[in-house]
């Protein structure tokens, strides 16, 4: 693994019989997902180090709930750094995890988009930014697109989709979080989960409440076998 800037010391990546872990539970890749740890943050491209382990990407609009996610699912009050302004965090944040402080997989919190009060020319640089991270990283393995289902997915939405899609036909994962999803009736949550499916061309689609922790189990594991493809079991308990 190559360094960067403000790369923390010290991470090890997984050699490949370290990584091929047991099949996880439910329970083990929540106490896997709490092993998150910071590992570097870069404001542009060429500041990410190259890594040789799976990266799973978080993105979505300023006020969809990002690292409130992110934290729910690490179980790290403040891991992911949630601006008392939206929109106005625009560096891309790199965390290790894995045992023991060995790298088995990278979660990558990418600027959140679409908040109104950031200024035009700083949408436009960062959606180039975005655009390129999500089309040119190499590790890439996994999109986590987080949406409040109150508002059902934007344009912007819709066009980083778009960005993705040739990279969701050869292979990469896609998750449609449902954020916020205690603010809905069971009827409202069915008919968001209906509408997220249509709108996912095939990729995953799950509610999420960080308040009721909904969501958390399963959504830990399907991150878990996305990074372990050779030992994923498919079933979810």
């Known amino acids: 693994m190559s360094s960067a800037p403000g790369q923390t010391s ?4 997984a050699d490949p019989v370290s990584a091929r872990a047991a099949p996880a539970t439910a329970a083990s ?3 896997w997902m709490h092993t998150a740890r910071f590992l570097t943050t870069a404001p542009r491209l060429e500041f990410l180090p190259a890594l040789d382990v799976p990266e799973i990407a978080f993105v979505g609009r300023s006020n ?3 690292s409130t996610c992110i934290n729910t699912l ?3 009050k403040r891991l992911a750094f949630a601006s008392k302004t939206p929109g106005r965090t625009q560096s891309i944040n790199l965390f290790a995890l894995g045992k023991q402080g060995v790298t088995d997989a990278v979660l990558a ?3 959140g988009y679409g908040y109104a009060a950031v200024p035009r020319q700083d949408k436009e640089r960062w959606q180039q930014v975005m655009a390129a991270y999500l089309v040119t990283r190499e590790n890439l393995r996994a999109v986590v697109l987080l949406c409040d289902p109150r508002q059902g997915l934007t344009q912007l939405d819709d066009i980083l989709l778009e960005v993705i899609r040739p990279r969701v036909e050869q292979g990469l994962k896609l998750l449609l979080l ?3 999803s205690d603010k809905l009736s069971r009827g409202e949550q069915a008919k968001a989960l209906s509408i997220a499916r249509l709108q996912a061309g095939g990729g995953e689609v799950k509610l999420f409440s960080a308040l009721k922790k909904q969501g ?3 959504t830990s594991l399907l991150l878990w076998q996305w990074a372990h493809p050779a030992t994923a079991e498919p ?3």
Do not use: I, N
């Open 74 to 76: 690490t179980q790290q």
């Open 10 to 13: 010290g991470t090890r990546t």
């Open 235 to 237: 079933s979810t308990p």
């Open 109 to 111: 919190d990418l600027p």
């Open 29 to 31: 890749a929540v106490a």
């Open 64 to 66: 969809a709930g990002k």
């Open 178 to 180: 449902l954020t916020k």
């Open 216 to 218: 958390v189990p399963e």
